[in-house]
C-alpha cells in the first residue's frame, strides 16, 4: 500500500506562485515517480506532468516554463513548483504513483487563482 498526501494549495492572484508537495509512505521505490493532474472548474481531470525514477520530467504544453517537478528522495516528496499562475489553473490537484501493486492517488489539495 501506498499514501500520497498532497499539501501547498491556496487562493493567489494571477501572476503569484504556489509549490505544491506530494508526500508518500507506505511500500514505495525510491526514487520515487509520480505524475500530476489536476481537476478544474469543469470537471475534467487533466494531466499536468510527471517525473520518471530516472528524474525525467514532462509536462502538459499549457504549463512548460511555468511549472517544474521535482524530487526530495529523502522526504520521499515530489514538489510541483508553479510560477505565474494564471485563472485557468484554477482546480484541485492530486498525484499519482503507479507501482506493480496499483495506481494510488492522493486526496487533492485546492489550488484558485482569482484576482
Known amino acids: 500500500q501506498v499514501q500520497l498526501v498532497e499539501s501547498g494549495g491556496g487562493l493567489v492572484q494571477p501572476g503569484e506562485s504556489l509549490r505544491l508537495a506530494c508526500a508518500a509512505s507506505g511500500v514505495i521505490t525510491i526514487p520515487l515517480s509520480v505524475a500530476w493532474y489536476r481537476r478544474g472548474v469543469d470537471k475534467t481531470r487533466e494531466w499536468v506532468g510527471g517525473i520518471t525514477t530516472g528524474g525525467t520530467t514532462d509536462y502538459e504544453d499549457s504549463v512548460k516554463g511555468r511549472f517544474t517537478i521535482s524530487r526530495d528522495n529523502a522526504k520521499n516528496t515530489i514538489y510541483l513548483q508553479m510560477n505565474n499562475l494564471k485563472p485557468e489553473d484554477t482546480g484541485v490537484y492530486y498525484c499519482?504513483?503507479?507501482?506493480?501493486?496499483?495506481?494510488?492517488w492522493g486526496q487533492g489539495t485546492q489550488v484558485t487563482v482569482s484576482s
Open positions: 499519482r504513483h503507479t507501482s506493480d501493486d496499483g495506481v494510488y
